[in-house]
């Protein structure tokens, strides 16, 4: 069977792929679209499944990321990026990490009550909790349940820092938590761009903002006073890094932060769906990209060594960082420090305690 024939119209993903904690087996024969013969298969609708969690805030241990707490409102993400890490978090909910973590969310219905009873333990530590540890906070759903924005007016009431990471312009939806948030120090916000092709972006990440509506985000966002950062990742051989001066270029323009870059692994599943995807996408260069790949991990697909699996290692990783640092150059770009207030933070009971 021909993996090019079957592409499912603004999907990332376009089969279902086993899960591992599964004893049942998904055989390509008897896939419901192996009767489609056409160049792009119908769309298919995203699911929501409420559910009703038990905890919000998870405990970050890699060093790589900076940050000791995430949150996640929702798990799956309808943005479908081929490339994205989380895709193999979708096993621990019986789903499996290709069409179902872009077509199958769950919803985390009772998320802002379990933030305030986590934010009221008497050992809570305060450090900045960041949204979107696994998968967009600000994906197209968000729309409808507002549990981020609930969490933002949440964390805004008890002063508590929090960093965002998104590639979704939905994010100005709520520029009236987020400034109040930014007057404390209390907020910042990183945009996921990896490119300028937006062309490139509609294979990449079919259901994500376009990229000059995610520029103009950067943009609007460092005009309200909220602290922005560019998240130029996943870098990937012979796909975006020919992108990168012009990355460091448009985020000259909007006056960020910073610039921080990241070249892609590709993790558990993510080695076959990514490889179906050249196939499917860039036929021509799919050898070359995954060797491009290997090049930056020791010759593998994926790497787990804390302070490489991210930044890559070898001459290829080493040039990457390299254009991203003569692009700053190049544009004088001046990174602008930027540190959360950690002392205001008034905890829900304590709030309560104010009233007598």
């Known amino acids: 069977m021909n993996s090019k024939k079957f592409k499912i119209k603004g999907r ?31 769309p298919i609708k995203t699911q929501y499944i409420m559910t009703h969690a038990k905890s919000l805030i998870n405990t970050v241990e890699s060093p790589d990321i900076g940050f000791e707490y995430s949150a996640n409102p929702y ?9 994205c890490y989380a895709r193999n978090s979708h096993h621990y909910w019986d789903l499996d990490s290709g069409l179902s973590f872009e077509t199958k969310i769950l919803v985390k219905e009772n998320a802002v009550k379990i933030l305030c009873d986590e934010l009221n333990h008497p050992k809570w530590k305060v450090r900045p909790i960041m949204l979107s540890g696994n998968t967009d906070c600000y994906q197209p759903l968000e729309r409808k349940f507002e549990l981020t924005r609930n969490i933002l007016i949440k964390l805004l009431e008890f002063k508590h820092p929090v960093s965002i990471v998104t590639k979704n312009s939905l994010i100005l939806r709520d520029l009236d938590i987020l ?36 520029w103009k985000t950067a943009c609007q966002l460092v005009e309200n006073g909220i602290p922005t950062y560019i ?9 975006n890094t020919h992108e990168i001066f012009d990355i460091v270029s448009m985020a000259k323009k909007c006056g960020v932060n910073d610039i921080y870059a990241m070249v892609v692994r590709l993790n558990g599943d ?46 290829l990783a080493d040039i990457i960082m390299q254009q991203f640092k003569i692009g700053k150059q190049k544009v004088s770009f001046e990174s602008k420090k930027f540190s959360h207030d950690c002392t205001l933070f008034v905890p829900p009971a304590g709030r309560q305690l104010e009233l007598f």
């Open 12 to 42: 990332g993903s376009s089969k279902k792929v086993n899960n591992k904690f599964s004893k049942n087996i998904i055989v390509p024969e008897f896939d419901i679209h192996s009767s489609h013969t056409e160049e792009s298969l119908e």
């Open 75 to 83: 798990q799956g993400c309808e943005h479908g990026c081929i490339y």
């Open 179 to 214: 400034k109040p948030l930014a007057s404390l120090n209390l907020v910042s916000v990183a945009i996921s761009i990896n490119g300028v092709d937006d062309e490139v972006r509609k294979k990449l990440e079919p259901r994500a903002s376009h990229l000059d509506l995610r």
């Open 231 to 239: 998240l130029a990742a996943p870098m990937i051989p012979y796909i």
């Open 270 to 315: 993510l080695s076959g769906l990514f490889e179906e995807w050249l196939e499917q996408h860039f036929p021509d260069r799919k050898d070359k990209v995954l060797n491009g790949i290997k090049s930056l991990h020791h010759g593998n697909l994926n790497a787990n060594v804390f302070g490489e699996r991210m930044r890559g290692s070898g001459p």
